[in-house]
């Protein structure tokens, strides 16, 4: 099998060693997403909503450039910096995810990479028959 290595440019894929998506067969895994513009700027300072729907929109633009959609996501994995806001991360998750139901894990931590960042979400798909 051939392994798909799917990248969002950043000069932090280089130095720490990682894509932002790898695709094997028919898995793909998507690497903890923060909410950085291509300037590497954060989106929604203060908002932990508004860095939730930026982040989710950021994974399926990686997931469809695996061949796959929002809708072979089978986990995800929702990381929030101690004054992130629980609440509304889960509303905008399930706004996307609502139907499709993935396995899901929740937790708070320390903090994340940056004191702007109020969430990072990481995701695993199956890509369907549909979908490729």
């Known amino acids: 099998m051939e392994r798909q290595k799917i990248s969002s440019g950043t000069e932090y894929e280089a130095i720490a060693g990682y894509s932002r998506a790898v695709r094997l067969g028919d898995v793909v895994h998507v690497s903890g997403t923060t909410a ?19 982040i989710i929109r950021k994974i399926e633009r990686a997931l469809q450039e695996a061949g796959a959609q929002l809708s072979d996501v089978m986990r995800t994995r929702v990381y929030l910096a101690p004054k992130a806001d629980w609440e509304a991360v889960a509303r905008v998750h399930g706004e996307y995810f609502g139907a499709i139901r993935p396995a899901n894990t929740l937790l708070y931590v320390q903090a994340l990479v940056g004191d702007d960042y109020l969430v990072e979400i990481e995701a695993e798909a199956i890509v369907t028959s549909a979908a490729t």
């Open 36 to 54: 950085t513009d291509g300037a590497n700027a954060v989106v929604g300072i203060g908002d932990s909503a508004a860095q939730t729907d930026f």
